[in-house]
């Protein structure tokens, strides 16, 4: 049933992997308020992420700016075609300009090696295109849960050159060489580490458990850090953007570091916050933690 179902996914994708992006992102304008109204999970965890975040806005703007997000996140799944199948020069069309790319050519030509933090903001599968398209390109990969997907999953994130490593301590040595070689290798910085690899910090003004590996690569590689998203032009393509990190995450503190991290991730999302992937449970080890101060035994983890 698993291999009926990934292939009736993969089939999906190669058949939007011809459309247009303008036509994904207009049937994404019809999709993405029926995820809204019908997803219950979704769009419980994308509005009460948004509460915490931005609790200066009115219910009403908080209200649109989830359903804004669930379309471009509904936009995200419809394009994973056109990052992973589509022909290369169609990929490369459409991302329309690049901004910022000379901090990762100058981190080269100091014969440093570069740590890409990318966040689930816009197209990260475009950005995982144009970086492998154009550096030697290294990142962590654990397969998806549908393991009939991930020989799919793998050849679309590694058809144009990126070297993809488990997320365990042979991954961890494969990035160092990598940035001992001067290339460049991808940190997802927003996602909850297992317990025992990471620290509280705040993220958005409330603490959420970040990993703590960043600090551990600069130290040994002197590596330089930045910030990259592919930001959505809707109906037009993408446009890449490479952000400084925040300078603590050099510091060797891992929670000044992962302070840092967490800020980077804050800036990007400035640049278009309905575009973050909002409906990711970024605060439920925070949770866990204080129900677990609190003596409470019996909760329901949102």
């Known amino acids: 049933m698993r291999r009926l179902k990934a292939s009736a996914i993969s089939w999906l994708w190669r058949t939007l992997s ?54 471009h996140s509904t936009a995200t799944m419809l394009e994973l075609g056109h990052a992973w199948m589509a022909e290369p020069h169609k990929v490369d069309a459409s991302i329309l300009a690049v901004h910022g790319r000379d901090k990762l050519d100058n981190a080269r030509a100091e014969g440093r090696g570069a740590i890409v933090l990318a966040p689930h903001f816009g197209n ?12 030697p390109f290294t990142a962590m990969y654990e397969p998806p ?36 070689r001067s290339e460049a290798i991808g940190i997802l910085p927003d996602q909850e580490p297992d317990w025992g690899s990471g620290v509280f910090a705040p993220f958005f003004g409330r603490d959420a458990y970040t990993a703590t590996l960043l600090p551990k690569l600069v130290a040994r590689t002197q590596a330089r850090v930045v910030t990259g998203v592919a930001l959505r032009v809707p109906g037009k393509g993408f446009e890449i953007h490479f952000l400084d990190a925040d300078e603590r995450v050099y510091d060797p503190d891992d929670l000044q570091s992962a302070t ?3 800020a980077s991730v804050e800036a990007a999302i400035a640049l278009a916050p309905a575009q973050y992937q909002w409906e990711y449970k970024r605060y439920r080890k925070t949770i866990q933690e204080q129900q677990k101060l609190a003596n409470f035994h019996d909760y329901r983890i949102y």
Do not use: C
């Open 260 to 262: 840092g991290v967490n």
């Open 124 to 135: 990260w599968e475009v950005l995982n295109f144009w970086l492998s398209s154009h550096f």
């Open 145 to 180: 849960k549908m393991a009939a997907l991930d020989p799919i999953i793998r050849q679309g994130r590694e058809r144009m050159g990126a070297q993809l490593v488990p997320t365990n301590p042979r991954g961890v040595a494969a990035l160092l060489k990598a940035l001992k």
């Open 18 to 71: 011809s459309w247009p992006l303008a036509r994904l992102w207009r049937l994404s304008s019809r999709l993405g308020p029926l995820v809204y109204r019908f997803n219950k999970r979704e769009r419980e965890v994308t509005e009460r992420n948004l509460d915490v975040v931005y609790p200066r806005l009115s219910a009403l703007k908080r209200k649109t700016l989830a359903q804004h997000s669930l379309r």
